[in-house]
């Protein structure tokens, strides 16, 4: 059986770019997000009972959740299935598939659960039968990187023969500049944060008039839901690894080589050779970065006072070693 290596954060904490080069380590092999509905034929059909941004606990029952993960571990399968031609054709009929996931989060700002369609348990018992042949033809390593199953981290430690876990953090702030250069949807996702917000912070985003301040205080309070979770994941977990954005950005190849240390991968020179190409100036979805650059280029981005909205709301949440 290979390792089965699982890189998780927020969106936009530089999680594809940590995944790239990792996956130039010797015999392995990267999937990226086997949950994004947005991407992946399979998410579309094993996701379709859930949120966006999914919330499992230890010990909940979800086959087809699991199926979706399980498949996901074997790589070369998983891949080839989200580049078919069915995809293709996915996006023809369905070329906003965004407006498809507003319209399910719409849902679970009412609901805590939907039932998943007679045709998710079907396609998950069929999938449950291929993932023991196709592991047989896995690669030496598989990196899967997930940004959107933060608060289904410790189901997926259970449930998941992950060999090992990496979270990936970054300055909130850098996160919500990064999301509004970009108009990301997933910056604002109410359906997946509702059920870990009080009563008194729906009512302020309930109240709130649609504007710039609201935006940044959905923003900010999906980022401290996300952080507070993984925090206590890793507490009670102390062997899951973590490493921040600005870390791998203040020094790349030194930091670099001491995850691959951590994650037991093979270092060499083209490795570093990948590193460098990645150091260089690159925008939107791409992984080139002119990596120290990165560190305060949030500053450029945020006014004074959408600093301060944000540090209240993590102060608020007890994170007070990300304020700004």
Not at 4 to 9: K, M, P, T, V
Not at 13 to 42: H, K, Q
Not at 183 to 189: E, I, S, V, W
Request: aromatic share 6%; glycine share 4%.
């Amino acid at each position: 059986m290979s390792e089965r290596i699982l890189l998780i954060g927020a969106p936009r904490s530089g999680t594809s770019w940590i995944c790239d080069v990792l996956a130039r380590a010797p015999g392995a092999e990267a999937v990226f997000e086997p949950d994004n509905e947005i991407n992946s034929l399979t998410a579309v059909i094993l996701k379709g009972h859930l949120p966006r941004f999914p919330t499992l606990d230890r010990d909940s029952d979800d086959p087809q959740y699991e199926a979706l993960w399980q498949y996901a571990c074997v790589g070369r399968h998983a891949r080839n299935l989200q580049r078919s031609t069915i995809l293709n054709l996915m996006d023809v009929f369905a070329a906003d598939r965004d407006a498809q996931v507003r319209r399910k989060e719409a849902l679970f700002t009412h609901l805590d659960t939907l039932a998943p369609s007679p045709g998710a348990r079907l396609f998950a018992r069929f999938l449950a039968s291929r993932t023991a042949a196709a592991a047989e033809n896995d690669a030496p390593v598989r990196l899967i990187k997930s940004v959107h199953a933060v608060f289904a981290l410790e189901w997926l430690v259970e449930h998941v023969p992950f060999s090992k876990v990496m979270i990936v953090m970054r300055s909130p702030h850098g996160i919500i500049a990064s999301m509004r250069r970009m108009r990301m949807a997933d910056g604002c996702r109410l359906g997946s944060l509702h059920r870990h917000l009080s009563e008194a912070e729906r009512r302020h985003l309930r109240d709130a008039p649609e504007g710039d301040d609201r935006s940044i205080d959905v923003m900010a309070l999906q980022v401290s839901k996300m952080y507070q979770h993984l925090e206590d994941v890793a507490q009670r977990r102390p062997e899951l690894g973590r490493v921040t954005h600005e870390q791998l950005c203040t020094n790349p190849l030194e930091q670099f080589r001491a995850v691959y240390e951590q994650l037991g991968l093979t270092w060499d020179e083209d490795v570093e050779n990948a590193i460098a190409q990645h150091d260089q100036p690159g925008e939107g979805y791409k992984t080139r970065r002119s990596a120290s650059q990165e560190i305060d280029k949030w500053r450029r981005h945020l006014s004074s006072e959408q600093i301060d909205r944000i540090n209240r709301i993590l102060l608020e949440h007890d994170l007070n070693q990300w304020a700004a």
